[in-house]
């Protein structure tokens, strides 16, 4: 994470009240001093993100409503955290190019602040898939893609997790995030491993990650050729998690749910080639890499 000088100077000629906390490293303290009115500071963690991470911003603003994250083509919300403290979530994936990431931060006051941040690159596992014929040819249907898109999309106010995720499945990790696959020998360009596999025994239990409510609940025999039985938990503020090829659902849309709960087991419903839990983490409907949300991280 590094400031941009040349925006820097930007703001600065054009009048525009430019907030620096702890980012500006490398400007001399009287420069600091100059800027006494600190309208928006940003701190970023993590400090040097790599491709699926989730970039964490925390803004502190005077407005009383939450500030606005542009980062490229996409705006992001921010939430409360605490008394003129907002905090948002950016995703980032191995389908994006590494490098500066610029988010400029607006909030109802008119204010604004900019900083960049450097997302490294990272290797992501390749497999080569050889699917038969007859389960390549398997599309999956409308019916099933625009219903879980409709649910990665929802963005409710109020956060629901609390400290760490737990592991849905007392299963071993088979397949791990981000992996870059060859199906019969051709490249998938825009795939990628979109979460974490278990392995389980059918019928072994899945558990609720965190707290949240069941915004998805549907079946194989509906339609849902690919991910098969479906488990979609909206945790709030953009975050929400999926569990796929299920055997048994133990749950309905709009159930609250702690974590630990459990709510199904272990299936092979949906292309799938054994017994599995397929774990997906969306923020803001991009499929992040989970580890930071499993550790320490993000609470
Ligand atoms: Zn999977």
Redesign the pocket.
């Known amino acids: 994470m590094f400031l941009n000088a040349p925006n820097l100077i930007d703001h600065l000629m054009s009048g525009v009240r430019v907030a620096l906390g702890s980012l500006a490293l490398s400007l001399p303290i009287t420069t600091l001093a100059a800027l006494s009115a600190q309208a928006i500071e940003i701190n970023v963690s993590p400090t040097s993100p790599r491709l699926g991470d989730t970039i964490t911003l925390l803004i502190t603003s005077e407005a009383d409503t939450a500030p606005i994250v542009s980062a490229g083509d996409r705006d992001y919300p921010s939430f409360p955290v605490g008394p003129g403290r907002y905090r948002a979530m950016i995703p980032t994936t191995p389908l994006q190019t590494p490098g500066t990431r610029s988010f400029s931060v607006t909030d109802d006051l008119g204010d604004r602040a900019s900083l960049n941040v450097s997302v490294r690159d990272r290797d992501f596992p390749i497999q080569q898939i050889w699917l038969s014929p007859e389960i390549n040819a398997i599309e999956g249907t409308d019916y099933e893609f625009d219903r879980v898109d409709a649910f990665r999309a929802e963005v409710t106010p109020d956060r629901l997790w609390t400290g760490s995720f737990i592991a849905p499945s007392n299963g071993w990790i088979s397949?791990p995030y981000g992996v870059r696959r060859y199906y019969n020998g051709e490249w998938a360009d825009d795939y990628y491993?979109?979460?974490?596999?278990y392995a389980a025994a059918a019928g072994s239990p899945v558990y609720a990650a965190a707290d949240g409510i069941v915004g998805l609940v549907d079946y194989e025999a509906n339609g849902f050729e690919i991910h098969g039985n479906t488990i979609g938990l909206n945790h709030g503020q953009g975050v929400t998690t999926v569990y796929?090829h299920l055997s048994e659902i133990y749950v309905r849309e709009g159930d609250r749910v702690q974590a630990g709960d459990t709510i199904g087991t272990v299936g092979s419903t949906g292309i799938s080639t054994g017994p599995?839990l397929?774990w997906?983490f969306f923020v803001h409907g991009e499929a992040v890499d989970p580890s930071d949300w499993q550790s320490q991280g993000i609470k």
């Open positions: 397949t491993h979109r979460g974490l596999d796929l599995h397929h997906g």
